[in-house]
């Protein structure tokens, strides 16, 4: 059976408020309504569409738990943050700056 639009947009809100816990739902609805000068005026069906494709963004935009972990343990010292600038560009100071 398909789901009404209601029931898509509950499903959709249920599902981003799993993935991504530390927003607030009123978060994700303002920036999935953005697009739409006015938000109070559009049909179930235009809500659910802009659910869905902020859903998709969000997910093409967010950077993997493995990945920014993995970014952590390589940038916590200061020396493996200096290996990773590329700047040929200055000669450094006699403080390595």
């Known amino acids: 059976m398909r789901k009404n639009h209601h029931e ?8 981003l ?3 991504y816990p530390n927003q ?3 978060r994700h609805i303002s920036l999935a309504l953005s697009d739409y000068a006015d ?3 559009i049909s179930d069906k235009e809500f659910a569409f802009a659910l869905e494709k902020y859903r998709a963004e969000l997910e093409l935009n967010t950077v993997p738990d493995i990945d920014i972990q ?3 343990k390589e940038s916590s010292t200061y020396e493996s943050l200096r290996e990773g600038i590329d ?3 200055e000669e450094e100071d006699e403080n390595g700056y």
């Open 8 to 15: 898509q947009i509950i499903a959709l809100l249920r599902e």
């Open 17 to 19: 408020k799993s993935k």
């Open 24 to 26: 607030g739902l009123g």
């Open 39 to 41: 938000g109070w005026d």
């Open 70 to 72: 993995k970014l952590v």
């Open 87 to 89: 700047d040929d560009s």
